[in-house]
């Protein structure tokens, strides 16, 4: 077989691999995913883990590599065009949740959505390796975001700031990923428009803008 065929067949298997271990992880945690799930699911045997990525853990860590590098650099060009749009002047804290909530939405609803679910499971159940891994590729898209709130939010201290922007995030990011969500399971609500992006972005933008704008505490 001639090398550019092996090396298409090694590709292939490859993304094969990690499609399947993305489904898994997402679906069952990092901790529970089992590398016979991934196997089977992208129809190879364990051999070709191990050749491809050495482990379990070494898969893992590059599927979420993948995931968060993309991610990382939709929400930060949000962030950035944000804050252009509104030079000279500082942005105000709704169009910098916008620049938050607007992506995830978006990402959380197309093809980046089982990596979406499995960041929040790194925040759950994760291995320390994998929990340092996501803390060490987002600091710097965290660190901006807190840098422009406390510029336009001066009243607040940084670690104020820090503490109302984690909180966003998680609010933002059970919201998107539950499996259970209470707009659906509450008698009385009206589940449908859950699935209404324009919605969910409008509630969320609302809703984040009041936690992150509030007098200090």
């Given amino acids: 077989m001639k090398r550019q065929a092996v090396q298409q067949i090694e590709a292939d298997t490859r993304e094969r691999i990690i499609s399947a271990a993305v489904q898994v992880f997402a679906k069952s945690g990092f901790s529970a995913g089992t590398v016979r799930e991934i196997t089977e699911i992208a129809e190879v045997n364990i051999a070709a883990v191990n050749y491809h990525f050495g482990s379990k853990d070494g898969l893992a860590k590059h599927v979420l590599e993948l995931g968060i590098a993309s991610i990382i650099q939709v929400r930060t060009d949000s962030l ?17 949740c916008e620049a938050l909530v607007v992506p995830l939405v978006e990402l959380g609803s197309g093809r980046y959505r089982d990596v979406m679910t499995l960041l929040t499971h790194a925040r759950a159940d994760a291995p320390p390796f994998i929990i340092a891994l996501v803390e060490e590729k987002f600091a710097p898209l965290h660190e901006e975001f807190v840098d422009v709130l406390q510029r336009v939010l001066p009243e607040l201290s940084r670690t104020e700031i820090a503490l109302r922007y984690d909180c966003a995030r998680g609010a933002i990011l059970q919201t998107l990923v539950t499996l259970a969500p209470a707009l659906t399971l509450v008698s009385g609500t009206h589940g449908a428009s859950a699935g209404n992006h324009e919605v969910t972005t409008r509630r969320l933008v609302s809703f984040v803008a009041g936690g992150l704008g509030a007098p200090p505490s």
């Fill in 80 to 96: 950035r065009a944000c804050v252009a749009r509104h030079r000279p002047a500082s942005p105000t804290v709704e169009s910098i």
